[in-house]
């Protein structure tokens, strides 16, 4: 299947804003994830947002979505050394199917 | 315990060994997923149950063999494995009619 696209690689101060984009493959995706991965763990559910609204905010993170350009951000307020993590964005298919991307690894400075 | 669990955490097998993984999901959850999560590729799906019947099998090669006992338990039976093989396997659940998965921990598999 086609791919969902993330930068590889965000690099912050501690204290900044982080902004991870990603872009999706699927118009008919009903809902779009944030997930979060810590090294050697599995992966732990960010946020998600239904596909009919544009933004959503839960307490640091705020999800924006952009259907006619299939993009998705996830921002993270007043980022701190723990948020270093890979996070993924992920598509819903076929009812059921999750389609993720590779993930990008934020590194927190600092 | 809480969530989904998977064991063992850590599996070192030769190609000729037999081994399984093991998941668990205590989320009250009817449908479970196994991913196979590589190096710099996205995560891929190799199997899916709903309602303990399968229903996605991503061309999964045979040495990989799935089993859902009952809602709450998934295993993955390995057999004849390649080094290549050598991932992170993430167990998910989920329930049926939502599409937001819950995972696992993963178990890290070395295949020599």
């Known amino acids: 299947g086609e791919d969902v696209e993330q930068s590889l690689f965000l690099s912050v101060r501690e204290g900044d804003s982080s902004v991870i984009n990603c872009t999706y493959t699927d118009s008919s995706s009903t809902y779009l994830y944030w997930y979060k991965q810590e090294p050697g763990a599995g992966l732990q559910l960010l946020t998600y947002i239904f596909s009919n609204m544009d933004m959503k905010q839960d307490q640091r993170l705020t999800v924006l979505l952009n259907k006619k350009d299939k993009h998705l951000s996830l921002r993270i307020a007043d980022t701190q050394t723990g948020d270093s993590a890979i996070y993924f964005c992920?598509?819903?298919?076929?009812?059921?199917?999750?389609?993720f991307g590779k993930g990008t690894s934020l590194l927190v400075t600092p | 315990e809480t969530g989904v669990t998977q064991t063992p955490r850590h599996l070192v097998m030769g190609m000729t060994n037999k081994k399984s993984l093991k998941c668990e999901q205590h989320l009250g959850h009817n449908a479970m997923y196994w991913y196979k999560q590589s190096a710099k590729k996205p995560l891929e799906l190799m199997f899916v149950?709903?309602?303990?019947?399968?229903?996605e099998n991503n061309s999964v090669p045979s040495r990989f063999s799935p089993e859902c006992p009952n809602s709450s338990h998934l295993f993955l039976h390995l057999h004849t494995l390649q080094p290549e093989d050598s991932a992170l396997y993430l167990c998910?659940?989920?329930?049926?009619?939502?599409?937001?998965?819950?995972f696992g921990p993963g178990t890290r598999l070395l295949v020599l």
């Open positions: 998910a659940s989920s329930q049926t009619g939502s599409e937001t998965q819950y």
């Open positions: 149950y709903s309602l303990e019947e399968r229903v």
């Open positions: 992920a598509e819903s298919i076929a009812g059921y199917a999750l389609n």
